[in-house]
């Protein structure tokens, strides 16, 4: 009896603690003292994959290896660990934190293989390559993951590969800004972080509640011991449960005004990764606040603005539209387009049309929708200055400099 009163005393304790913290601020920056920063592929694309893989990491292979699941471990309803071992048992070579390895999964009522990347969740000192992948509502290969594959189960992997990576050799203030599952390569990055004590380290985390909240106790207890990492939690819709001020710091969605006056100074070097739109919309922000791009790193794990367009109809050979309009051709799919002011890229355009080209991070970074220039040149969306590029280029981010033939 007086231990049930006992708990019922420090329960309503945090209750009253929760609602004093509510009643002070619903911002959660302000729960803090600010922090002085300046101190403080189709199998007809996979061989250019893997040769752009093999490019990233010297000692890495080309194409997929054989490995095995050798432990899953539930992480949250919807979130599982896979510890991945090369079958063959040779020694796996070294990646960077931040770097993700693609998988080659064989589904059942898929004509081809499905391509997924997934970021690696541990340091690079594991002895094998882990992955933490989140379940999304219908969704084809995560669900297979989840449901079909357990310990034993063999995997095609592709080498470590991608282009967003700690820069272990900086020893400027570090802010890492991840939305949900956009957790995983952070995972990694902060193992490297603990090795260096003298570079500030910021994580803000942003996830719905306590329940999605994965490797709470590990995050807590690196904040806990290495000093110079400072972690920050965001429940966007907090359980009943969670406790303001002690599960978490606040509600408030991250926007660059909210880092401003956490943070004091934007003099750091930015990563972030989450939801396309999460992070499309943070380097925006950052942008516009002088943050100079060279220090700002991301990577979107797909959802809402990298769905692929719907195919429009559209006759099987030559759109007509003004002549002054920029013409592109799909070789092989015997299509001519127009491309239009205003479209994002030439994988947009070329979806739009019906045009198949694979894609998996539709970012830039995997290699996977690279195809051949016949004809014509393309440029960088995002890229600085107007340099035009030849022979072959990354529809996910290229648009075309006057009439292009493409091999698609
Ligand atoms: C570089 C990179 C690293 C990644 N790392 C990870 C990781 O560490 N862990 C992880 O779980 N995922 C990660 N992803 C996302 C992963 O590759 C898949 O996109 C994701 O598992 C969904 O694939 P699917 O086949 O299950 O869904 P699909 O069948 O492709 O999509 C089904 C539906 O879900 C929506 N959808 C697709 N992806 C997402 C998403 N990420 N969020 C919300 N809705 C989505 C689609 O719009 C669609 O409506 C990463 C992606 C990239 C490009
Ligand atoms: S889809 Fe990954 S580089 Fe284009």
């Given at each position: 009896m007086q231990l049930v009163g006992l708990i019922l005393g420090l329960t309503a304790l945090a209750r009253i603690a929760q609602l004093a913290y509510e009643y002070y601020s619903r911002r959660w920056e302000n729960l803090l003292p600010a922090i002085d920063v300046e101190q403080a592929t189709a199998d007809a694309v996979e061989t250019s994959t893997a040769t752009k893989l093999l490019k990233l990491s010297s000692s890495a292979?080309?194409?997929f290896r054989r490995f095995v699941v050798a432990a899953k471990i539930r992480e949250s309803a919807d979130v599982v660990t896979f510890h991945l071992v090369p079958q063959d048992g040779?020694?796996?070579?070294?990646?960077?934190?931040?770097?993700?390895?693609?998988?080659?999964?064989?589904?059942?009522?898929q004509k081809r293989t499905i391509r997924r990347c997934y970021s690696?969740?541990?340091?690079?000192?594991a002895e094998c390559y882990q992955v933490t992948v989140k379940q999304v509502p219908e969704g084809l290969a995560s669900t297979h993951l989840h449901d079909k594959v357990d310990v034993g189960t063999p995997l095609n992997v592709a080498a470590p590969a991608g282009s967003f990576h700690l820069n272990e050799t900086s020893s400027k203030p570090l802010v890492m800004i991840s939305g949900g599952i956009g957790i995983t390569p952070f995972l990694s990055m902060l193992e490297v972080t603990t090795k260096q004590p003298e570079r500030r380290v910021i994580f803000v985390h942003s996830v719905r509640n306590g329940r999605e909240h994965i490797r709470k106790e590990e995050l807590q207890e690196l904040a806990d011991t290495f000093h110079q990492i400072r972690i920050i939690t965001i429940y966007t819709a907090p359980d009943d449960c969670d406790i303001l001020g002690i599960d978490y710091h606040g509600s408030e969605r991250i926007t660059v005004d909210s880092l401003v006056r956490l943070l004091g100074s934007l003099d750091a070097e930015f990563y972030l990764c989450g939801s396309?739109?999460?992070t499309k919309s943070l380097t925006v922000q950052l942008k516009d606040w002088g943050v100079p791009e060279d220090s700002i790193q991301s990577e979107g794990f797909g959802g809402a603005t990298s769905v692929p367009a719907a195919p429009q109809p559209v006759p099987a050979t030559t759109v007509v539209s003004s002549p002054a309009a920029t013409q592109v051709t799909f070789q092989q799919s015997h299509k001519t387009v127009f491309w239009h002011p205003g479209m994002e890229t030439i994988l947009e355009l070329a979806e739009s049309h019906g045009v198949p080209i694979n894609s998996v991070c539709r970012s830039g970074d995997c290699g996977a929708c690279r195809i051949g220039i016949l004809a014509?040149?393309?440029?960088?969306?995002?890229?600085?200055?107007?340099?035009?590029?030849?022979g072959s280029c990354l529809p996910c981010r290229a648009q075309p400099v006057g009439d292009l033939v493409l091999n698609a």
């Amino acid at each position: 009896m007086q231990l049930v009163g006992l708990i019922l005393g420090l329960t309503a304790l945090a209750r009253i603690a929760q609602l004093a913290y509510e009643y002070y601020s619903r911002r959660w920056e302000n729960l803090l003292p600010a922090i002085d920063v300046e101190q403080a592929t189709a199998d007809a694309v996979e061989t250019s994959t893997a040769t752009k893989l093999l490019k990233l990491s010297s000692s890495a292979w080309a194409g997929f290896r054989r490995f095995v699941v050798a432990a899953k471990i539930r992480e949250s309803a919807d979130v599982v660990t896979f510890h991945l071992v090369p079958q063959d048992g040779k020694p796996l070579p070294a990646f960077r934190p931040g770097q993700y390895v693609m998988l080659g999964l064989k589904i059942p009522g898929q004509k081809r293989t499905i391509r997924r990347c997934y970021s690696l969740s541990s340091g690079p000192s594991a002895e094998c390559y882990q992955v933490t992948v989140k379940q999304v509502p219908e969704g084809l290969a995560s669900t297979h993951l989840h449901d079909k594959v357990d310990v034993g189960t063999p995997l095609n992997v592709a080498a470590p590969a991608g282009s967003f990576h700690l820069n272990e050799t900086s020893s400027k203030p570090l802010v890492m800004i991840s939305g949900g599952i956009g957790i995983t390569p952070f995972l990694s990055m902060l193992e490297v972080t603990t090795k260096q004590p003298e570079r500030r380290v910021i994580f803000v985390h942003s996830v719905r509640n306590g329940r999605e909240h994965i490797r709470k106790e590990e995050l807590q207890e690196l904040a806990d011991t290495f000093h110079q990492i400072r972690i920050i939690t965001i429940y966007t819709a907090p359980d009943d449960c969670d406790i303001l001020g002690i599960d978490y710091h606040g509600s408030e969605r991250i926007t660059v005004d909210s880092l401003v006056r956490l943070l004091g100074s934007l003099d750091a070097e930015f990563y972030l990764c989450g939801s396309a739109a999460m992070t499309k919309s943070l380097t925006v922000q950052l942008k516009d606040w002088g943050v100079p791009e060279d220090s700002i790193q991301s990577e979107g794990f797909g959802g809402a603005t990298s769905v692929p367009a719907a195919p429009q109809p559209v006759p099987a050979t030559t759109v007509v539209s003004s002549p002054a309009a920029t013409q592109v051709t799909f070789q092989q799919s015997h299509k001519t387009v127009f491309w239009h002011p205003g479209m994002e890229t030439i994988l947009e355009l070329a979806e739009s049309h019906g045009v198949p080209i694979n894609s998996v991070c539709r970012s830039g970074d995997c290699g996977a929708c690279r195809i051949g220039i016949l004809a014509g040149c393309v440029q960088y969306k995002d890229s600085c200055g107007d340099s035009c590029e030849e022979g072959s280029c990354l529809p996910c981010r290229a648009q075309p400099v006057g009439d292009l033939v493409l091999n698609a």
